[in-house]
């Protein structure tokens, strides 16, 4: 797997215009893909983010550059979704954020995955 720093290294923020007011950001990124580490078939999928900003916001195309950078990773469901919210996390410093994963069926079974910050467990 990839050096996580690099991956990282892709994503750029700006300054959130309303600092002080709680709002809700949301991204849906419908062209996700990966690479099943089992079988090297091509995974499919959703990625939603659903995030309040502190400081600063995500820039949009560096989230899109950042998430087709897994396009050849071999990386499990459950371990990609919470590597994304790890790296967002990391570069974002959002309040609060939820990341969503939609995987396209295959073998008549589908997945969604679904980590939050801080964790609500």
């Not at 994503?11 to 809700?24: C, D, K």
């Not at 996700?32 to 309040?52: A, E, M, R």
Request: with cysteine; proline share 7%.
């Amino acid at each position: 797997m990839s050096d996580t720093a690099s991956f990282r290294d892709t994503l750029e923020v700006f300054e959130n215009p309303a600092p002080t007011r709680n709002f809700t950001i949301e991204h849906h990124c419908p062209e996700f893909t990966s690479v099943c580490p089992k079988t090297g078939q091509p995974d499919y999928g959703t990625i939603v983010f659903t995030y309040v900003p502190d400081r600063v916001c995500v820039e949009l195309k560096s989230l899109k550059m950042y998430l087709q950078k897994f396009r050849n990773e071999g990386i499990f469901y459950e371990q990609v979704t919470n590597r994304i919210l790890d790296d967002f996390v990391a570069v974002v410093q959002p309040r609060k954020v939820t990341v969503e994963s939609k995987w396209t069926p295959r073998g008549g079974l589908n997945s969604n995955i679904i980590v939050t910050y801080p964790d609500e467990a």
